[in-house]
């Protein structure tokens, strides 16, 4: 079994500065994948970083990385330049090797860009 | 332009009425899922498919079921069973069981 803790229901950032959100996992497997999703207010779900938990480097997509601790469980998603347009709920997930693609996700955290 | 269509956008539901949500995808892809998300929380899985004419229940299956019969599409009924059906409702789909791609999701409400 899979579990995703999401400690921070709300973040509030200034425009252009770093922000990190945090999420940590509790899993079985001893494979899995790490995945950050975007939900605007509109409601789709946008993907924005994968990794791997054999992966030797930190995923980078863009403004997007992940900080990935395995030794800790944690797979924290620092988005650096912050935008206005980066406002939104954001959700950690995981899916064990073993499990078929079946994602757990954590609760959230709403991300407020201030300008 | 390729990607998962969801429809409709909204969807009311009567008493004791079965209501199903369409989803469609051009991505070739082999997996699809159902989430439903509830105000303020994470998704929760519902049904999966891995292929065609072959489905497995999720965390929360009770009051709903799904068909598969084609690779393109994977239809969700929500039952007169499922006594607390409000909710958003997400479809998604990936090749294996990789990065899930998701629609843009129907909201149901009960009248």
């Known amino acids: 079994a899979q579990k995703i803790t999401q400690t921070q229901p709300g973040m509030f950032v200034q425009e252009k500065e770093a922000v990190t959100l945090d999420c940590t996992y509790d899993?079985?497997?001893?494979?899995?994948?790490l995945f950050w999703y975007k939900q605007p207010s509109s409601g789709e779900m946008i993907f924005l970083i994968y990794?791997?938990?054999?992966?030797?480097q930190n995923a980078t997509e863009g403004r997007y990385s992940l900080n990935f601790q395995k030794a800790r469980k944690s797979a924290n998603l620092v988005i650096s330049a912050s935008q206005l347009g980066d406002s939104a709920m954001y959700f950690c997930?995981?899916?064990?090797?073993?499990?078929?693609?079946?994602?757990?996700f954590g609760q959230g955290t709403i991300l407020t860009v201030h300008p | 332009d390729g990607g998962i269509t969801q429809s409709p956008k909204y969807l009311f539901r009567k008493e004791g009425q079965n209501v199903t949500l369409s989803c469609e995808q051009n991505?070739?892809?082999?997996?699809m899922y159902w989430y439903r998300q509830d105000p303020g929380q994470g998704l929760r899985l519902i049904y999966y498919?891995?292929?065609?004419?072959?489905?497995q229940k999720g965390d929360i299956a009770e009051g709903y079921s799904v068909s598969r019969e084609k690779k393109e599409s994977f239809p969700l009924t929500v039952t007169s069973a499922q006594k607390n059906p409000t909710a958003f409702y997400l479809c998604?789909?990936?090749?294996?069981?990789?990065?899930?791609?998701f629609g843009a999701g129907t909201r149901l409400s009960v009248l």
């Open positions: 998604a789909s990936s090749i294996g069981g990789h990065i899930q791609y």
């Open positions: 899993t079985s497997d001893p494979s899995y994948g």
């Open positions: 990794q791997g938990s054999y992966d030797q």
């Open positions: 997930a995981t899916a064990g090797g073993t499990s078929y693609g079946k994602l757990t």
């Open positions: 991505l070739n892809h082999d997996a």
């Open positions: 498919s891995q292929i065609v004419n072959d489905f």
